[in-house]
DNA sequence: CCGGTTGTTCAGCG
DNA sequence: GCGCTGAACAACCG
């Protein structure tokens, strides 16, 4: 569930709520949401992995975090976290983490380091990225304040494509890697959504989870990297460490 | 049936 | 105050 394009698809599938009135919201989240009765949803929004529920009097924050899942018009034998319940259908989300957004919306987000988004900025992710000189490649991938919605299979498919080794650090990348590591990460993450979308994901991974390079055929080296120490899927012999 | 994970935050420690 | 570690969350797959 939890990268970047999964988000969007499920704000797709929730649009026909756009603009409708909360019937009942319910569920076990300790938030007060009192103030969501008799309200409307304006807007969904998502930045990355945070998908947004929008009302006239706050925004809900969800993050679905390693475990989180949603179903739309369909019960689940638990409990959900969240039930928004609306005249032409419901929305529940469960094993989540919601949070509600106290800032004005476009304080708290910064739009530009969504790599999905039409706001999506290669050159604010470049410069966020020079002041992280010494930061592993493998790291800096799965910084939400750069990348925002990548995570660890993106990471692993972006370094894999472009033929880079996970601990180079920044400083060590050649300005043309840096360029193509950028533009990936955004590319990446629009064939993971149109992948996903088809149901067909899992068979055009080239490095996450698999054994062997596809270009190489030689095994392939599986390590927790970085600081981050997430598991990491390469090559050993195609992807570049640069000196 | 167990081990591990598409993720993040926070407490506790040295 | 720092950086690091582990816990917590709690579902599903192989």
Redesign the pocket.
């Known amino acids: 569930?939890?990268?970047g394009p999964?988000i969007l698809l499920l704000k797709e599938a929730v649009s026909v709520f756009e603009g409708k009135k909360f019937v009942q919201v319910s569920g076990n989240t300790k938030l007060d949401l009192s103030a969501l009765q008799n309200s409307k949803v304006t807007k969904f929004r998502t930045w990355?992995?945070h998908f947004i529920i929008c009302t006239k009097a706050l925004n809900l924050r969800i993050?679905f975090?390693?475990?989180g899942?949603y179903r739309i018009n369909e019960e689940?034998e638990?409990k959900p976290k969240l039930r928004l319940e609306f005249t032409n259908g419901f929305i529940n989300f469960?094993?989540c983490s919601i949070k509600m957004i106290e800032q004005p919306i476009d304080v708290a987000y910064d739009w530009s380091a969504d790599v999905l988004s039409d706001k999506w900025d290669a050159k604010a992710a470049r410069n966020k990225l020079k002041e992280h000189d010494e930061m592993l490649v493998c790291d800096a991938l799965?910084q939400?304040e750069i990348f925002s919605g990548v995570?660890?299979?993106i990471k692993n498919e972006v370094l894999y494509r472009i033929r880079v080794h996970p601990e180079n650090s920044i400083e060590k990348l050649p300005a043309r890697k840096l360029t193509e590591l950028i533009k990936e990460a955004r590319n990446y993450s629009f064939e993971f959504l149109h992948w996903k979308r088809n149901f067909e994901l899992k068979k055009h991974w080239l490095a996450?989870?698999k054994k062997v390079c596809v270009r190489c055929q030689i095994l392939l080296k599986k390590k927790?990297c970085g600081?981050t120490?997430?598991?990491t899927f390469y090559c050993e012999n195609c992807q570049v460490l640069f000196k």
């Open positions: 569930m939890p990268e999964s990355g992995k993050h975090l390693l475990f899942s689940r638990t469960y094993a799965l939400q995570g660890n299979i996450h989870t927790h600081k120490k997430r598991r």
